[in-house]
């Protein structure tokens, strides 16, 4: 038997394909950039002065915001924006030269838990806009003005656990008082 090799057919050439036409088209219309959100603004102008804004935990909308170690530039107007977010629950304004203005501006921080005031300019006055910080459990206001007078002004805050009052003007007599109001809480006024 003889092996023939099999002639095969050329393949039948595939018809030119016809581009559809092109679709008119008109200039595209220019979209104004997004506006920058409240809260955005806010977190630039903070990280412009010096301090940070972070999420407490991956996935969690709660706010750290922090001008530790920023020291003295940092002054009540670089406070502002930090009442313009949504879940601040630590604020950390050790250090720096924040004066009782400057704590009006956390007066409606109502998710505030952790605030750090040691070694500022505060005083009794500025303690009166802490008052409404329902959810506030640790205050440092280490080397500080404060008095007893203005231990007055927390004892509204039913879960405050931990006060910070060394080097300060507090009282024996005014941290009995503050006890008295709210038994839970750890005053630690020194060694």
Same mark, same amino acid.
Do not use: C
């Given at each position: 038997?003889?092996?023939?090799? *099999?002639?095969?057919?050329?393949?039948?050439?595939?018809? !030119?394909?016809? %581009?559809?036409?092109?679709?008119?088209?008109? #200039?595209?219309? *220019?979209? !104004? #950039? %997004?506006?920058?959100?409240?809260?955005? @603004?806010? /977190?630039? %102008?903070?990280?412009?002065?010096?301090?940070?804004?972070?999420?407490?935990?991956?996935?969690? !909308?709660?706010?750290?915001?922090?001008?530790?170690?920023?020291?003295? %530039? /940092?002054?009540?107007?670089?406070?502002? #924006?930090?009442?313009?977010?949504?879940?601040?629950?630590?604020?950390?304004?050790?250090? =720096?030269? +924040?004066?009782?203005?400057?704590?009006?501006?956390? *007066?409606?921080?109502?998710?505030? =838990?952790?605030?750090?005031?040691?070694?500022?300019? /505060?005083?009794?006055?500025?303690?009166?806009?802490? @008052?409404?910080?329902?959810?506030?459990?640790?205050?440092?206001?280490?080397?500080?003005? +404060?008095?007893?007078?203005?231990?007055?002004?927390?004892?509204?805050?039913?879960?405050?656990?931990?006060?910070?009052?060394?080097?300060?003007?507090?009282?024996?007599?005014? /941290? @009995?008082?503050? @006890?008295?109001?709210? !038994?839970?809480?750890?005053?630690?006024?020194?060694?």
């Amino acid at each position: 038997m003889m092996w023939q090799a *099999k002639k095969t057919e050329p393949a039948a050439k595939a018809a !030119p394909v016809k %581009a559809a036409p092109a679709a008119k088209t008109t #200039p595209a219309a *220019k979209t !104004p #950039p %997004a506006a920058a959100t409240p809260d955005a @603004k806010a /977190i630039a %102008a903070i990280e412009k002065a010096g301090g940070s804004v972070r999420p407490v935990a991956q996935e969690d !909308p709660r706010l750290d915001v922090s001008f530790y170690l920023q020291g003295a %530039a /940092i002054k009540d107007e670089h406070v502002a #924006p930090v009442a313009q977010l949504k879940n601040v629950v630590t604020v950390h304004l050790g250090r =720096t030269s +924040v004066t009782d203005a400057g704590l009006a501006h956390l *007066k409606g921080l109502t998710e505030l =838990t952790m605030l750090h005031l040691e070694g500022t300019k /505060i005083t009794d006055k500025g303690l009166v806009y802490l @008052k409404d910080l329902k959810k506030l459990t640790y205050l440092n206001v280490y080397g500080t003005a +404060v008095s007893d007078a203005g231990l007055d002004h927390l004892k509204g805050l039913t879960a405050l656990k931990s006060l910070y009052v060394w080097q300060t003007k507090v009282t024996d007599e005014g /941290i @009995k008082k503050l @006890k008295a109001a709210l !038994p839970q809480v750890d005053v630690v006024k020194g060694w």
